[in-house]
């Protein structure tokens, strides 16, 4: 099969190989270089970087909906697209391109967690597993009929980051798989997604990784998770504003009011929530890195406070 790959980040690397084992990966979609790092250089995609690695060619078009976008992807003569965590929207005109259609890896068990964040959401929300969808792709926003799915746990105090990688795999396999199928000529039954358990995972904010010590405890530990690596959860903790790397909730606040020290010893800080404590364990002040709550509390001898 002749199959066009598009996809960004380092989620879709392993997608990517998996489509180009035992397939043509004729062309890779991927977004345009972008500025990264201290110097602000243009810095190409993980997905780029290993098309090059792999001899394939690299198309970075702004947009899919030009006239020029679309003619050059017809002349591919794709018979299947692959889209991972691509990043741009692909118009109805580009779905009809490819003899197959095109074909999506999606981080959630649809209709939960539609959209662009479905790995931080589901910690987040505390949801008890997740998986892997490979969908067909039509109009809407994840909306198309589901081919194949896995499920997996999520894993008590498992990062996004972690989860992030799992996810990662187990798409690659689902896709390898749903190409394997194809390619025996036996196209995967489509499963029209239920109406019912529709949610939407939002793109991250910066400005959520702000903790607010009147939430629940355990809520704001699943933010501690979801956010790292990225963006990072941060915190006021006695006048100073810290990055927090890891963390776990406590039943007990004391009775004392959210954002009150209560102690700070070598296990780690715990602040009174708005129900129960958050034990911050691992932290990283401003233009360091991250260290235990032990090496930040002797840099702040100043609060040492006995449990």
Known sequence: ????????????????????????????????????????????????????????????????KTPEAQQQLHDLQP???????????????????????????HASL????????????????????????????????????????????????ELGGQLHDRLAELGAQVLSDGLGLLRAGIKPIAQPQPEAG???????????????????????ERTVRAFNPWPIAEAQLAGERVRIHGAVALPDNKGKAPGTLLAAAREGIDIACGQGALRLRVLQREGGKAITAADYLNARRDLAVGA
């Open 198 to 220: 529709v949610t939407y995972a939002h793109k991250l904010d910066k400005a959520e990784a702000r903790l607010d010590w009147a939430q629940d405890a355990q809520q704001l």
């Open 110 to 157: 649809l209709p939960r967690w539609r959209g662009a964040a479905p790995i931080q959401r589901a910690i987040q929300a505390g949801d008890a597993e997740t998986g892997v969808c490979l969908m067909q792709m039509e109009a809407g926003l994840d909306t198309g009929p589901v081919l194949l799915r896995q499920h997996t746990p999520i894993a008590a105090g």
């Open 1 to 64: 099969m002749r199959i066009v790959f598009a996809g960004t980040p380092e989620f879709a690397v392993s997608s990517l190989r998996a489509a180009a084992r035992h397939h043509e990966v004729v062309a890779v979609y991927t977004q345009p270089d972008r500025p990264a790092g201290r110097g602000r250089g243009l810095m190409p995609s993980p997905v780029k970087l290993e098309a090059i690695a792999r001899g394939i060619p690299v198309f970075q078009p702004e947009s899919l």
């Open 79 to 105: 018979d299947l697209m692959v889209v991972v965590a691509y990043g741009l929207i692909l118009p109805k005109a580009v779905l009809a391109i490819p003899t197959h259609g095109c074909w999506n890896v």
